[in-house]
């Protein structure tokens, strides 16, 4: 499984993002999909997950700003990211579970300014 992120950037506080994650590869055994950060100096953290039939699960410090979603056509999970604070400052990646294991795409910086 390969997983190519996309859609950081600079934005300023009270912005929007929308990432990209996009999957290729063997599919079939994937059973969740989760975006994660890390901030400089901190250790990597949940932000968003969404399973395979459609459940999504959210950190307390996101709900009701960002939204996951996927789109099974396409292979590609989202993370629409509202009102954003300079603390949502970090890497994002995303990541593919399954059974056996799990894989993680690149990371795309995401920098919410003041």
């Known amino acids: 499984v390969q997983l190519q992120a996309s859609g950081g950037g600079l934005v300023q506080a009270g912005g929007s993002l929308r990432l990209s994650c996009a999957a290729s590869?063997?599919?079939?055994?994937?059973?969740?999909m989760t975006w994660y950060r890390q901030a400089p100096g901190k250790q990597r953290e949940l932000v968003a997950a969404?399973?395979?039939?459609?459940?999504?699960f959210y950190a307390d410090s996101v709900k009701g700003r960002f939204t996951i979603s996927r789109d099974n056509a396409k292979n590609t999970m989202y993370l629409q990211m509202n009102n954003l604070k300079p603390e949502d400052t970090a890497v994002y990646y995303c990541?593919?579970?399954?059974?056996?294991?799990?894989?993680w795409g690149q990371g795309t910086q995401v920098t919410v300014s003041s």
């Open positions: 990541n593919a579970a399954e059974v056996a294991g799990s894989y």
């Open positions: 590869g063997r599919l079939f055994g994937i059973i969740a």
């Open positions: 969404i399973t395979s039939g459609g459940s999504t």
